[in-house]
DNA sequence: CTATCTTTGTGCACGCGTTCACAAAGACAT
DNA sequence: ATGTCTTTGTGAACGCGTGCACAAAGATAG
């Protein structure tokens, strides 16, 4: 889903399926759970519920990591959350700047679940010089000015990005050029970076467009269920008047209500 | 990435891979930009650089929609505007109900990029009695009793929540029995939901961890290049103590520095 | 020590998604 | 009309991820 991650092919034998990754936190924080209920093992088919999975899923997941896990017990809470933690690399400290104090900058410098696991907000880094000074979440907000020696002086590697768009990728260069190899970007751009560095994006926009066309589909199958045999549940508007397009076979033979031939 | 999509095996021969759905908005920004500039064609090859994917790939996924585009020409900015809108569902209006005001809740409802396209905040909803009636982006919040009522009234079918992931399955409960049946989820939870509800989650910390887990694979790997052939860079602190596992025999061989047997 | 019962770890098959590579389609020039 | 040149649309091969189903491992009881 992010940019990067088509390189390498593994170069150490621990080949981790980018999948498993993904998934290794959602077992991460079910196994937290279960540790503060002082729960002291759990078998994968418990677990799985927990996270939402498959219960062959994550056995195959945790059997890349290594034979945790005892035959007719199941896996012990504790043990496997280090395990899991010290894979993610949640054992150390990461110092994570934000850029771009907007709304969404600010919630997420006040958002709770960075801390808890080995995330610390470094650094609030903003454009607007009327902002510098003004703490938001107990820090200072800083100028992007001072952007290079922000990250050096901070030892950051992870940025986070939370500017207008068309901001976004001036800003991504800046970060790279001054250390940063991960970035997550809440902008909706599309960022380039250079090889070996990562980018994941949350892109909310996206995540309702897609919500909504499922949406449609369900209420397309459902007029459909209705009036029995009612035509194609896709003509709402006439299409922008338009020119060249002499020729429309969709696969399914069907076509927009007006179409300027 | 979402919870549900795994029933029906696309009932309507109509059937667009997931991943094609995902990219489609990914398409549709980059095409919005182009007709911006008043951009009049554009060759697959142009539009996948913007949106950043191979081009092939982005010929296959047009391809699922139907024979829009012209050979030796490429596709028609405006037309494919429209058909891309259509197919998402983006040409009608999407009422949404954000639930949970935090500072996530008020950041979303301030962002720009909802009503653009299609989306519209139709109600913010949140269960603290001194929130109700308070202008958030210009809307007043309502309280978490009125759910049910404002879920009707609005015609509202996507939800999102922003509440803390304790409140979070019962918010989900309740915007589902009033009629909500798409989601986005904020909450670092695993929401269960009934058949025919789709749930997408955004989930920020786990997007940092797996940037984690990049960033500290990206470090060793590093590292084992500079230090020739140094030991495995995973030994940073003792494991917890911990009781049972009287057999380590990890894939290749490594175990933790200190493994009380 | 043997038998039984539980649960892991994994071989295998299947399906989805990606990518290559090319034939077909059309634009455009002559 | 014919030929050339560009770009689409897609058949086919490949690789990754998922889920089934079962053998092996170990716990536990007698």
Redesign the interface.
């Given at each position: 889903?992010a940019?990067g991650?088509t390189h390498r092919p593994a170069?150490?034998?621990?080949g981790i399926p980018e999948a498993t990754?993904?998934r290794?936190?959602?077992y991460?924080?079910?196994l937290t759970a279960l540790s503060e209920r002082s729960v002291p093992t759990v078998s994968s088919e418990e677990l799985a519920a927990?996270?939402?999975v498959n219960s062959a899923k994550l056995r195959k997941d945790f059997s890349?990591?290594?034979?945790?896990g005892?035959r007719g017990v199941g896996y012990?809470v504790?043990?496997l959350v280090?395990?899991i933690s010290?894979?993610?690399?949640?054992?150390?400290d990461?110092p994570?700047a934000i850029v771009g104090i907007?709304?969404?900058g600010?919630?997420?410098a006040?958002?709770g679940?960075?801390a808890?696991?080995?995330?610390r907000v470094a650094a609030l880094i903003d454009a607007d010089p009327a902002m510098t000074g003004t703490p938001v979440a107990g820090i200072a907000v800083q100028h992007t000015d001072d952007l290079d020696r922000i990250i050096s002086d901070n030892g950051v590697?992870?940025g986070v990005i939370t500017t207008p768009p068309g901001a976004a990728q001036q800003v991504c260069d800046r970060l790279v050029a001054a250390g940063v190899?991960?970035?997550?970007n809440f902008a909706?751009t599309?960022l380039?970076v250079p090889e070996?560095v990562?980018v994941?994006k949350?892109?909310?926009?996206?995540?309702?467009?897609?919500?909504?066309?499922?949406?449609?589909?369900?209420a397309g199958?459902e007029a459909?269920a209705d009036g029995a045999a009612a035509e194609d549940p896709?003509e709402?508007?006439a299409?922008?008047v338009?020119?060249?397009?002499a020729?429309?076979?969709?696969?399914?033979g069907d076509m927009?209500a007006v179409m300027p031939a």
């Open positions: 889903m940019t991650r170069t150490r034998s621990r990754v993904a290794l936190p959602l991460l924080r079910a927990a996270a939402g890349y990591l290594g034979s945790y005892t012990d504790e043990y280090y395990q010290r894979e993610l690399g949640l054992t150390q990461w994570v907007g709304n969404l600010a919630a997420l006040n958002y679940g960075f808890s696991r080995g995330f590697s992870i190899t991960s970035i997550l909706p599309v380039s070996g990562d994941r949350v892109d909310l926009s996206i995540e309702l467009q897609i919500l909504a066309f499922h949406e449609q589909r369900k199958e459909a896709d709402d508007q299409p922008p338009r020119a060249t397009p020729h429309r076979k969709g696969p399914d927009p």
